[in-house]
């Protein structure tokens, strides 16, 4: 999804911009969709 409004990052507290590629992460907020936990990759 793509964001619609400019807004804060739940993750790493970085920028939102409009049009940015955005997730929701399991507490319910939209975060960038790097910060999403399931696009983490873990060893």
């Not at 939102?16 to 910060?35: D, L, R, T, Y």
């Amino acid at each position: 999804m793509r964001a619609k409004f400019k807004t804060t990052c739940s993750e790493c507290n970085a920028t939102i911009n409009v049009g940015a590629e955005i997730a929701k992460a399991p507490s319910g907020k939209w975060v960038h969709k790097h910060c999403a936990p399931d696009s983490k990759e873990f060893p």
